[in-house]
């Protein structure tokens, strides 16, 4: 053949069998080897399927929590003090510009930023994925929002965004009761996880973190709602696979009263000074009023350092004086006295004592003065309380002694928590021998005995214990805690907090319940009372006892400032009271501090807010909450 | 040998007149078919993208029409030059070349830009098939030895580029050639052994930076799942995730969520898989065992050993292009650029790809009367 012809030593035939063999171990070694491709996959795609399926779902599908919107908050009348309201903030994703920088100058021509608000945004940029949205500038102004939506279009990196932030429209009158809601921290963080509520929480952005707002957290945060969404290899969202509604937190109904509580901030006009007002037939809190006071809604938006540190100021504006002032309860628990005195059968109703002006123990040089010189002449027990007759409970204490006294005050809620619906309380000081030998490790004296008479010595008292210990007198002996929360408004309808009733205070006599009120009905009532000027032409009739607290620091822990000291040397102006007297509806306490005398300074006060409460209750006598129903669980159907 | 007289034409069928073989032609139309149905949705149902593809389509089934006219007598008498030339363009390539993805590969020359490397992958089992066959077969000891150097000068210079796929698919179509040519089994073993130490040395002196990193993650991907193992994991998640049935076209979660890297081009078969599950894979395994199938047929019923050889060497390159793919995404070898042939986006690989085919058709129309 031709091609042999050419190269006569090769055997075609051969190289022929040569090349077949080879072409079949090399097609051999190719079905070899796709049986290799094959096995892998075989073991990829149907023996490890359901890891690679769960893989596959978890790369695109994400779950974001959707945060409940938090209740609302009402007082006793249907009056909002807490709302959520659309907040417009300037927001930056970083992953949109290449320079942030020159963003934010950019947008610092358009409005001001500060270097506090620049340096937080930078720092939360470190911190966040880079398409997350960052707040730089929060509570832009309709101004503010309109000059930037003009030009945002330039930079396509920022926008406006609007989120319900919660807003206290009273701002400064409620602070210390209501509180208010602020940025989650680390340390709410590290509490949330312990407390394994991290789903609970999982988009929530501000927690209630004074007063109402911190007590019931969880009544007003309610339940979150998720979506699931697909999203892409770099985290963005194509499109929506199920959502399930988050569920709004309850709307809480406080037993406060706004326009009472106005009335006592405004009355205080922001000397120092506290008034608790309730409701001796089921301790609801009228009124819990603390001055000076602050704007929480500052905190919402996170507080500036500046304006953190005015509030560090001499005149502690964030110390809830109602439940957290200490003062010397003074002439205010001389009703008190004189129940423990008549009970103990030291006196009686007729007993009465010459008043030189001073008492002084056996074996003891100095004497103690009562605050008329020239003493009151006969003194018996509704005298001593209508002229706040020292000497006469000198006595009284120094023939008691402290056990008798300490034992039957705690019975009156002295030295305790008074339990109301907020955390920010301290029990204060009812002083006893043992309680003096731990604190001071003394012994007691009997000249500490005497000036426990006269509510000074070691005896602290809070207003709020001051407020309940006169409720319980006006209500001879009913003893409620004092509550904030008057009602919950939920899925589940409205639900009325039943009143929270402790063992009442029970005397061996009934009687000295009715003479203890009548002294302090003398007090306001009869001609040459402490009180009685400030109440004339009330056309009410009221109870009360003025107090005037010779002693200055409302805490333990306040420094010593030259500046201030002589203005802090005065006497604290105190006040308790009740009306009407036939069937009480309000007991309060006024305290302000260095005011001088309870009578002239705190009375005032007092009288005012009776005005205010018993006016406005003539005219509509229905409150919105105590229409639905009355005590226990009284559940009634409510739809949203 | 009684059909085959010398000077007798057989009458020519349509296919011999037109040089087309329709079998292998319709293996390589159905591959083309699938290849625009995954782009469509591993590019995310970008039109513009199937239609420039089905371009680059045309435009290599030209080229193969093109190259299945020459016989491959002319081939064999082109491929001294051919090869010097390429090996030229090799080297003026590493001095002068374009630089693109931190390698030089492409040649400019003004009116258009040619990668030299892509032609090697024909040239050399050209000359391979050319200079073994001039001997008598099976090839000696010498001529293997000789043959290797030949191999040996194109693979460097394009691994110096450095283009590790392409190097390794020249590679081994002159390898193949070689073995096709008979290389005593002796000779295989050795080089086998020899390959051991080959490869530390490389390891320690050759390999790129990266290339050392594809590796590595290529043995444990798990080590760096967000850095170089992340393709691999994804790849691999796309693949098993897809199951037997698959979860539909344009349904490939990993693919149309852009997880998957690459996946129009090398991670193509991952889509693939995701969409149309290990049954469109063995689908797809199919028509490649058919394609290879008919051009081993002809590569066996060709007349001459040079294009017997020449047949060979392609249809083995071939898979080994489908072979290191599929291995690849599927987590068998490590990472290198190669490309499922004929199914991933791209002109190029494809033009030279079909080329290959025109030849094989070459060498099947041209036989009963080209003496």
């Keep these: 053949m031709f091609l042999r012809n050419r190269t006569p030593i090769r055997n075609q035939a051969l190289e022929n069998a040569l090349f077949a063999r080879r072409a079949i171990i090399a097609f051999v070694g190719v079905i070899i080897l796709m049986f290799v491709l094959l096995s892998n996959l075989y073991n990829i795609q149907v023996n490890s399927y359901d890891k690679y399926q769960t893989q596959a779902n978890g790369n695109r599908i994400k779950v974001i929590p959707i945060a409940p919107n938090r209740g609302l908050i009402y007082d006793r009348n249907g009056t909002i003090l807490a709302e959520n309201k659309p907040s417009h903030s300037l927001e930056i994703i970083p992953e949109k510009t290449k320079n942030l920088t020159e963003t934010i100058d950019a947008l610092a021509k358009l409005v001001t930023i500060t270097d506090e608000e620049r340096e937080r945004f930078l720092k939360s940029v470190k911190r966040q994925r880079r398409f997350k949205s960052i707040v730089l500038k929060s509570r832009l102004t309709p101004k503010q929002v309109a000059q930037l939506s003009v030009n945002l279009h330039q930079i396509p990196a920022a926008r406006i965004e609007a989120r319900l932030k919660r807003h206290y429209p009273f701002a400064h009158i409620l602070t210390h009761a209501l509180g208010y809601v602020a940025k989650l921290n680390k340390k709410d963080q590290a509490r949330i996880i312990a407390a394994g509520e991290e789903a609970t929480y999982a988009a929530t952005r501000d927690i209630g973190r004074l007063g109402i707002e911190k007590f019931y957290q969880k009544l007003l945060h309610g339940q979150p709602g998720y979506r699931e969404i697909e999203v892409n290899n770099r985290g963005r969202v194509v499109r929506i696979l199920n959502e399930v509604a988050p569920e709004h937190g309850q709307d809480l109904y406080l037993n406060l009263d706004i326009n009472l509580q106005k009335k006592a901030y405004q009355e205080l006009a922001g000397r120092r000074g506290s008034v608790v007002a309730i409701d001796p037939n089921n301790g609801a809190v009228l009124a819990m009023v603390s001055s000076p006071s602050y704007d929480p809604n500052l905190f919402v938006h996170g507080i500036s350092g500046k304006n953190y540190r005015a509030l560090l100021s001499a005149d502690k504006p964030l110390i809830n004086r109602a439940t957290q002032g200490t003062y010397p309860p003074a002439s205010t628990i001389k009703q008190l006295m004189s129940i423990v005195a008549l009970e103990e059968k030291i006196i009686t109703e007729k007993t009465s004592i010459r008043d030189p002006g001073w008492f002084r123990l056996p074996n003891v040089e100095r004497p103690f003065r009562d605050h008329l010189a020239w003493g009151h002449g006969k003194v018996d027990v509704y005298k001593a309380m209508l002229k706040s007759c020292d000497t006469f409970f000198y006595d009284v204490a120094n023939r008691l002694g402290i056990d008798r006294i300490s034992t039957f005050m705690d019975r009156f809620g002295f030295g305790q928590k008074s339990g109301v619906d907020i955390y920010e309380e301290k029990q204060a000081i009812m002083p006893s021998r043992a309680w003096k030998r731990a604190r001071h490790n003394q012994p007691w004296y009997p000249g500490d005995t005497i000036s426990l008479g006269i509510g000074q010595s070691y005896w602290t008292a809070t207003p709020i214990q001051l407020a309940n210990s006169t409720a319980i007198v006006a209500a001879s002996g009913q003893f409620f805690t004092p509550q904030l929360l008057g009602a919950s408004q939920g899925a589940n309808g409205l639900l009325q907090l039943p009143a929270d009733e402790r063992p009442p205070v029970i005397l061996r006599d009934n009687y000295n319940w009715k003479i203890a009120q009548k002294g302090m009905w003398g007090v306001v009532n009869k001609l040459g009372g402490t009180a009685y000027n400030v109440f004339k032409g009330a056309n009410y009739v009221s109870a009360g006892k003025t107090g005037t607290a010779q002693l200055i620091s409302i805490a333990e822990d306040e420094e010593y400032d030259e500046e201030k000291i002589s203005e802090r040397h005065r006497d604290n102006a105190m006040y308790v009271g009740y009306a009407p007297f036939d069937k009480p509806e309000i007991a309060l306490t006024v305290v302000v501090e260095n005011a001088g005398g309870g009578g002239s300074s705190a009375a005032p006060i007092a009288r005012k807010l009776f005005d205010v409460y018993l006016d406005q209750r003539s005219i509509s006598p229905s409150l919105v909450v105590n229409q639905q129903s009355t005590a226990d669980h009284n559940v009634v159907g409510h739809t949203h | ?371």
Excluded at chain 2, 91 to 107: E, M, N, P
């Design chain 2, 1 to 371: 040998m009684n059909d085959n007289k010398a000077g007798f034409a057989k009458p020519q069928s349509l296919s011999d007149k037109i040089h087309i073989d329709f079998l292998l032609l319709a293996g390589l139309l159905a591959l083309m078919c699938i290849s625009l149905i995954v782009i469509y949705s591993a590019s995310g149902e970008n039109m513009a993208m199937v239609k420039r593809q089905g371009i680059n389509m045309a435009a290599s089934i030209g080229a193969m029409v093109i190259a299945a006219q020459f016989p491959p007598t002319f081939l064999r008498r082109w491929a001294v030059p051919l090869y010097l030339v390429g090996i030229g363009l090799l080297v003026a390539t590493l001095l002068f070349g374009h630089v693109g993805k931190g390698a030089q590969r492409w040649i400019d020359f003004g009116f258009a830009k040619f990668q030299p490397s892509e032609a090697m992958k024909l040239i050399l089992p050209i000359m391979i098939a050319h200079y073994i066959t001039r001997y008598a077969l099976p090839a000696k000891l010498k001529h293997v030895t000789i043959g290797t150097i030949l191999i040996g000068i194109p693979v460097f210079l394009i691994y110096k580029q450095p283009d590790l796929g392409t190097s390794i698919l020249v590679g081994s179509a002159g390898i193949f050639a070689l073995f096709l040519a008979g290389m005593s089994w002796r000779i295989i073993g050795s080089l086998a052994i020899a390959a051991i130490p080959f490869s530390f040395m490389m390891w320690s002196f050759f390999l790129h930076d990266y290339q050392k990193r594809r590796v590595l993650t290529f043995l444990n991907p798990e080590l760096d799942p967000l850095g170089n193992g992340y393709h691999i994991i994804q790849s691999k998640i796309a693949i098993g995730s897809g199951g037997l049935e698959g979860k539909g076209w344009l349904n490939g979660t990993q693919s149309q969520l852009e997880f998957l890297p690459e996946r129009h081009t090398d991670f193509i078969f991952s889509v693939l898989s995701e969409e149309f599950g290990l049954f469109g894979v063995i689908a797809l395994l199919c028509v490649y065992l058919f394609i290879m199938a008919r051009c081993l047929f002809i590569a066996n019923n060709a007349q001459e050993p040079f294009s017997k050889i020449l047949a060979g060497a392609i249809t083995l390159t071939f898979f080994v292009y489908l072979f290191v793919n599929i291995g690849m995404v599927s987590g068998l070898l490590p990472v290198v650029g190669v490309p499922l042939p004929l199914v991933s986006y791209g002109g190029t690989s494809m033009i030279t790809l079909m080329s290959g085919f025109g030849i094989i058709m070459a060498i099947q129309t041209h036989r009963k009367f080209n003496r």
